[in-house]
């Protein structure tokens, strides 16, 4: 990570250090405080449940269940009350907000424990403020309730994504899916969706209002619309440049998801995967060039001849002229499922218009998020094109999702990788942000001053675009040096703009490292490749950007040491639920006294399934002690936040070099003791040591003094499980990390 500098490079080999477990650390949850509400007594409780239960209890299809929405006082973790409910057998089955729950009930169950227990005891009370039935509107998305009560003749036909409940048993999930295509059998063009658990079908307002008195249904609305994020200035600019390339069979390989591939681009592609279309070929003319940005980058950017292979392609079709539009997440998890074992870098340049129903957008994010951290891969995603001078010309009637939020779906989601745009212009030491891409955070996810460092996107910022926002003055001139060349499916050299050709950049980036590195966790490729971007501050925010994408594999001016772990922190006791008991991971390396400062970059997730998406319920602790047992402090930086990426600059003045350790435990927040046990944080870790300006010239002297520190460890940390490890094996062979 560098602040508004230029960067130098050298070839010199990352360090990677190895953790081991350090003594258990003991300490105290964070406890919660305060009431929004009054809690309801045990009374209030039971004729509150037992309406709820007599309303909503349907008998469909032989289950005689009660579904319905629980509300909580909005100091309480949605997650964090299964343990309470637990006595009453009620299940919860979909994390809809922070306060809002749905849950199930065994009629039977409830009534027993009612006739056994005269008084419900105060911790399954306390926490809730309401609860309801769960109406078949209340499941329909605003903008279809809407047009469904214009649709006076009721003889329009919508085409319609059907939810479940997430949190299903099997025998559950597999009963109401025959209920439903039983149900839907009759409707237009009906499918199942395996990975995103949900049905799409063209059906009747009288059809939809039925559907939505089904129990186990989440919710229904108008199906999402996925675009490609490519802007155009212009028309497209045919150039007479002849296309020479070289091959190279010695590269690794990028899935591209997108609307297929045609032309020059199929020859690099070892897989043309046509998913659900007739054909693999790019009939929207956007697959292509992305692909070519993968396989050529920079070189074909900057129309730099002969272009040379840098990557191959798996491509897998999203999108078809024919316009059948599929989710987004289902292609994607798909793509996952498919090639994981064959690459870890997915790159998906479309997203969901704005019109796109609110709860679908947020679902598919939620469920992205998960997959993605369970499958451990590296997603990047365009973080979509919004024409901020539009929006500011027509701010008075701007819709409020792009007016107020940078990213398109699924981009928000933390376990991706949403990739902005900036102008050709662009130096390190000043960037100019493309007019199509803004910075900031969704009104939704906003509850306070942190929120906009939790939340903050894009993750990175790379060549997207050709012009920034300029209210009071012209805009940049339109030019084609500015624009970003391409290979369309014709496999001629056009121009393009939009975040659509940054995404692919940046997993570039990524391929390069995962081809250098042999690391298990995604989170330590993303924390090397923030550590080599350059980063700077735009409204107190930080933004990080990758213009020198050719060199993210060198040490650029410092010296990188990277580790990685996985923490299980677990309750003590259920009596003392409050403590926590941290697994802390711990690494010990040499300062060299050259060193004036270090940049750190920590990437962490988890795998809590009820997480919800505007709370983050675990933060990464990292403790810094230098050789004389004192810790530093930072001059900037988000290292103390709840944040899935945090970053600081430390720097030095006295008192430093010699022996340090760096240990890292996980704190969490909202989650039950019988959650815990199964809770992973999966963590990576890059240091860079910044060098005083009269040592740069001995980078590797001192990197070599610190790769030699592996001489003098002490016993403990001599075993082989917990020794510094250097990859020697790529210093040489490939020349350059």
């Not at 939505?212 to 802007?231: L, N, V, W």
């Not at 997959?371 to 891969?377: A, G, L, P």
């Not at 970053?647 to 815990?676: C, M, N, P, Q």
Request: hydrophobic fraction near 35%.
């Amino acid at each position: 990570m560098v602040k508004k500098k230029e960067m130098e490079r050298e070839i010199l080999p990352h360090i990677t250090l190895k953790t081991y477990d350090d003594t258990k650390l003991k300490k105290t949850g964070m406890a919660i405080g305060g009431y929004s509400h009054r809690p309801i007594g045990a009374s209030d409780f039971r004729n509150m449940l037992s309406k709820a239960v007599s309303v909503g209890n349907v008998k469909s299809d032989g289950f005689d269940n009660s579904y319905f929405l629980m509300e909580l006082g909005a100091e309480y973790y949605s997650s964090g009350v299964s343990s309470m409910l637990k006595d009453l057998d009620i299940k919860i089955k979909t994390v809809l907000t922070e306060t809002q729950i749905i849950v199930k009930a065994i009629p039977k169950k409830i009534e027993e424990y009612f006739r056994k227990k005269q008084t419900i005891p105060k911790k399954i009370t306390e926490p809730i403020k309401s609860i309801y039935a769960l109406e078949g509107e209340d499941k329909i998305g605003d903008n279809l309730l809407r047009l469904i009560k214009e649709d006076i003749d009721k003889r329009k036909t919508f085409g319609i994504s059907i939810q479940l409940l997430d949190n299903l048993d099997q025998d559950e999930e597999e009963n109401f899916k025959e209920i439903m295509k039983q149900e839907l059998s009759r409707e237009i063009n009906p499918a199942y969706l395996e990975n995103s658990k949900q049905f799409i079908c063209g059906t009747s307002a009288k059809r939809i209002i039925e559907i939505s008195k089904k129990p186990f249904i989440k919710r229904i609305a108008e199906q999402g619309k996925a675009k490609p994020q490519e802007y155009f200035e212009n028309e497209l600019i045919l150039t007479k440049d002849s296309i020479e390339y070289e091959k190279n069979e010695d590269v690794p390989i990028i899935c591209v998801i997108d609307s297929g591939i045609s032309g020059l681009m199929e020859e690099f592609c070892v897989n043309r995967d046509q998913y659900i279309f007739k054909t693999p070929d790019d009939t929207v003319n956007h697959g292509s060039s992305v692909s070519s940005i993968c396989v050529f980058g920079e070189d074909l950017v900057f129309k730099r001849f002969p272009l040379k292979q840098k990557s191959k392609i798996i491509s897998l079709k999203l999108d078809d002229i024919e316009k059948r539009n599929i989710p987004i997440e289902e292609a994607l998890m798909t793509a996952i499922r498919k090639y994981k074992h064959i690459t870890k870098i997915f790159c998906l340049s479309y997203a969901y218009e704005d019109t796109t129903d609110l709860g679908l957008r947020l679902d598919a994010v939620k469920k992205l998020d998960y997959f993605i951290q369970e499958n451990n891969v590296s997603v990047i995603v365009a973080s979509g094109n919004i024409d901020l001078f539009d929006a500011y010309n027509d701010r008075e009637n701007y819709p409020k999702y792009l007016s107020k939020y940078p990213v398109l779906s699924p981009a928000e989601a933390k376990n991706i990788i949403a990739v902005g745009s900036l102008c050709k212009k662009s130096t390190n030491s000043k960037i100019i942000v493309s007019k199509n891409t803004r910075l900031g955070i969704h009104p939704v996810f906003l509850r306070d001053d942190l929120d906009k460092y939790r939340f903050f996107k894009p993750d990175l910022l790379t060549y997207g675009g050709n012009s920034e926002l300029k209210l009071n003055q012209d805009r940049i001139a339109v030019s084609t040096d500015l624009e970003i060349a391409t290979i369309n499916n014709q496999g001629d050299l056009v121009h393009n703009l939009g975040t659509s050709y940054s995404a692919p950049l940046i997993a570039l980036c990524l391929s390069r490292l995962y081809k250098m590195y042999n690391y298990v966790n995604s989170e330590t490729y993303k924390a090397i490749l923030l550590n080599q971007a350059c980063y700077d501050e735009i409204n107190g925010l930080p933004v990080f950007n990758v213009l020198d994408t050719e060199n993210v594999i060198n040490c650029n001016d410092g010296i990188y040491l990277n580790f990685e772990g996985e923490v299980n922190p677990k309750y003590r006791s259920e009596e003392q639920a409050r403590t926590n008991i941290f697994e802390c991971k711990t690494v010990k390396f040499n300062m060299p006294e050259e060193a004036e400062s270090i940049d750190i970059i920590t990437v962490h997730s988890n795998n809590h399934k009820f997480q919800d998406l505007r709370r983050f319920n675990t933060r990464l602790v990292v403790e810094i002690v230098k050789g004389n047992g004192k810790t530093i402090a930072k001059k900037y930086g988000t290292m103390s936040r709840n944040c899935a990426n945090t970053y600081g600059h430390y720097t030095f003045s006295r008192d430093f070099a010699g022996e340090w350790s760096i240990k890292v435990h996980v704190e969490t927040r909202g989650i039950s003791s019988d959650e815990l046990d199964s809770l992973k944080v999966r963590f990576g870790i890059s240091i860079r040591i910044n060098l005083k300006e009269e040592h740069k010239n001995d980078l590797k002297k001192i990197y070599y003094k610190i790769k030699g520190v592996e001489e003098e460890l002490s016993q403990e940390l001599s075993e082989d499980a917990v020794k510094v490890i250097i990859e020697s094996s790529q210093e040489g062979e490939k020349g350059i990390v």
